[in-house]
């Protein structure tokens, strides 16, 4: 079954070091999302890609954030430095968006998720 | 910031009875979605229903949208343990598509009991 990749499942360090997650989205799907999810905010978009290019990142606190798609096979998220309120879990979604009938985009009608990356900053 | 706000925020029933979760929003949309998510997991789209309907069904799922008022609503029928979940609704802003990501709501936490 194809399905949306992420490593690692689980990480913790400590406040000042740097983080990568990665993201590899399912063959052939050409928009890729990145959502944070804590209880306190529930699940808060980052910034998303469409065919590689970043369209949107104003959720992402852009001193220590940074989201790349080296290829269309992989998508990174990397904190630097890391705290502590960075704590939650971190999803990476894709899906497809194809042209309408009248030439509109029909974005995101169905979105895959990955079993996301649960990160603990001490 | 959520578009839709998702009640109860949480539900618990008996296995065999159904459940109902409402979810509003505040713009207008061009479709919403309903996603389930067990814990420690990924979210899983569960249905979609666009602006121009009304009511869609898939298996014991039913989801009804009123435009009108900005809300829909997901019910499943016959509930079961395995249905113990968190349910979210999420939206598509915007009377297009066009660039707008999802918005997903806060969710409602099912517990279904044996």
């Known amino acids: 079954d194809a399905r949306v990749t992420q490593t690692p499942r689980h990480k913790v360090t400590e406040m000042g070091q740097e983080v990568t997650m990665r993201c590899q989205p399912i063959l052939g799907h050409n928009t890729v999302f990145w959502y944070r999810q804590t209880m306190m905010q529930g699940l808060e978009l980052l910034a998303y890609?469409?065919?590689?290019?970043?369209?949107?990142d104003s959720g992402m606190p852009k001193d220590r954030f940074s989201a790349e798609m080296p290829d269309a096979t992989l998508a990174t998220l990397k904190i630097q430095p890391s705290e502590p309120r960075d704590s939650a879990v971190y999803f990476c979604?894709?899906?497809?968006?194809?042209?309408?009938?009248?030439?509109?985009?029909?974005?995101?009608?169905?979105?895959?998720f990955g079993s996301g990356t649960q990160l603990s900053v001490l | 910031s959520q578009q839709g706000e998702e009640d109860p925020q949480a539900l618990s029933i008996q296995e065999g009875e159904n459940a109902t979760m409402n979810c509003s929003y505040k713009t207008s949309i061009n479709n919403l979605q309903w996603y389930r998510q067990n814990s420690g997991r990924g979210l899983v789209h569960l249905i979609l229903?666009?602006?121009?309907?009304r009511e869609k069904h898939s298996g014991r799922l039913r989801v009804t949208l009123d435009t009108s008022k900005k809300s829909s609503s997901l019910l499943i029928t016959a509930s079961r343990a395995a249905d113990t979940a968190s349910y979210f609704c999420?939206?598509?802003?915007?009377?297009?598509?066009?660039?707008?990501?999802?918005?997903f709501g806060k969710g409602t936490r099912l517990s279904v009991i044996a």
């Open positions: 890609f469409r065919n590689r290019a970043p369209l949107d």
């Open positions: 979604a894709s899906g497809l968006t194809r042209r309408g009938d009248s030439g509109i985009r029909r974005t995101n009608e169905k979105l895959f």
């Open positions: 999420a939206t598509a802003p915007g009377e297009f598509s066009g660039n707008t990501p999802l918005v």
């Open positions: 229903i666009r602006s121009n309907e």
